[in-house]
Each structure stands twice: as structure tokens, then as C-alpha cells.
T-cell receptor, first 115, second 112 residues
């Protein structure tokens, strides 16, 4: 079954404690990205990756890091989380090659609370 | 700049009512247009899409037509069900990129 798997689904942490949210896809997709969803703002892209070892900033990258050492995995790292990073996070993957009608597959989401 | 404007929710309807959720976009070039649905506690799922002007996307009784002259992609369904209660996102993607630009989402609540 084609899927994007995120872990954990729920996380409560304290300010400044480093955390990693994992994302893995089984569709051999080149393109992966992270979004955060906030009320009234929709989904905003944090970082994206066109392929292994190729990552770039999205619209709201401050306070986040990513890596793409393997094609299937794209972890999101918060080195020093702050309360304004409390949000619902989604990982997504899709085929690349500039095909505009390729479907994006989303993970189930990670609800992060930073206190 | 590139953006998507959706009607604000929540939209509350009775079962079997007609649904319209308006969506307009601002983009250069010829974007592909999408509607995604997010059921409670789940991730986003592609509901339907259209890749060129006058295309009609359809799925599960929902329809949307790519109107380039009005830069719109309104979502419609003739008879909603309680199970359609969800958040609906309009989005577009430009030809050479994979980046999706989302609207703010519209919460639909269907009452029996």
C-alpha cells in the first residue's frame, strides 16, 4: 500500500529540547516536503527536497532543519523548539521531473505542542 | 504573488443539501488545480484535480471546473452526506515545480 508514515502522531515537549519528527515513504518518490498547518493560515511549506542530498527552504523555514540521506526518509528536526512551533505538521511526497499533475501523498500528521 | 482564496467556514448544511465552496487563485502561467480533503484526525487526501482550462475534475460526487477566465475552481456536490464532514483545501501547483500552494481550508459540517 502506497503510504507516507510520520512518527510520532502526538508529541508534547518543553522549550529548547531538541526533537525529530520522522517521515518515510514507500513510493520511491523524488520530491518530499514538510508543511505546518495553523488555523486561518492553511498549510505552509517549511522545507522541501527534490532528491537525495538536495534540500531547500520553503516559506517558513526558521527554526527547522531537514536532511535527505536516503530517498525514502525526510526527517524534520527542531534543534531548539519554541512555543510558536506548536502546530500540526504534515510530510508529503510526490513524483518529480516537473510533472505538474503528479499527486502528492500526505502523512497522517504530527501534532506538536511546545510548552 | 501566488495565492489561493477560499470562502471562510464553517459551512453547515443539512444532509442532501447542495454544496458550493468557492475557490479563486492568483498564479502566473498555467497551474494545475486540486481539491484536498482532510477528515477528522487524518492527513490530506486528494479529492479531485484539473490540469488545464475547462477540465472538470470529479470524484465521490464532487465536481470542480477549471475556469481560467475567472481564475476559479469552485467545489460542488449535489447532495451532501454526514460522511462528507471534513476540511476542504483548494490548492494549485505551477508546471515546473512540485510545490503546492494551499488556501486556508473550509470546514464543512453536515447535519443529519
Amino acid at each position: 500500500e502506497a503510504q507516507v508514515t510520520q512518527n510520532p502522531r502526538y508529541l508534547i515537549t518543553v522549550t529548547g529540547k531538541k526533537l525529530t519528527v520522522t517521515c518515510s515513504q514507500n513510493m520511491n518518490h523524488e520530491y518530499m516536503s514538510w508543511y505546518r498547518q495553523d488555523p486561518g493560515l492553511g498549510l505552509r511549506q517549511i522545507y522541501y527536497s527534490m532528491n537525495v542530498e538536495v534540500t531547500d527552504k520553503g516559506d517558513v523555514p526558521e527554526g527547522y532543519k531537514v536532511s535527505r540521506k536516503e530517498k525514502r526518509n525526510f526527517p524534520l528536526i527542531l534543534e531548539s523548539p519554541s512555543p510558536n512551533q506548536t502546530s500540526l505538521y504534515f510530510c508529503a511526497s510526490s513524483r518529480s521531473r516537473g510533472q505538474s499533475n503528479t499527486e502528492a501523498f500526505f502523512g497522517q500528521g504530527t501534532r506538536l505542542t511546545v510548552v | 504573488g501566488n495565492s489561493v482564496t477560499q470562502m471562510e467556514g464553517p459551512v453547515t448544511l443539512s444532509e442532501e443539501a447542495f454544496l458550493t465552496i468557492n475557490c479563486t487563485y492568483t498564479a502566473t502561467g498555467y497551474p494545475s488545480l486540486f481539491w484536498y480533503v482532510q477528515y477528522p484526525g487524518e492527513g490530506l487526501q486528494l479529492l479531485l484535480k484539473a490540469t488545464k482550462a475547462d477540465d472538470k475534475g470529479s470524484n465521490k460526487g464532487f465536481e470542480a471546473t477549471y475556469r481560467k477566465e475567472t481564475t476559479s475552481f469552485h467545489l460542488e456536490k449535489g447532495s451532501v452526506q454526514v460522511s462528507d464532514s471534513a476540511v476542504y483545501f483548494c490548492a494549485f501547483r505551477r508546471g515546473a515545480t512540485n510545490k503546492l500552494i494551499f488556501g486556508t481550508g473550509t470546514l464543512l459540517a453536515v447535519q443529519p
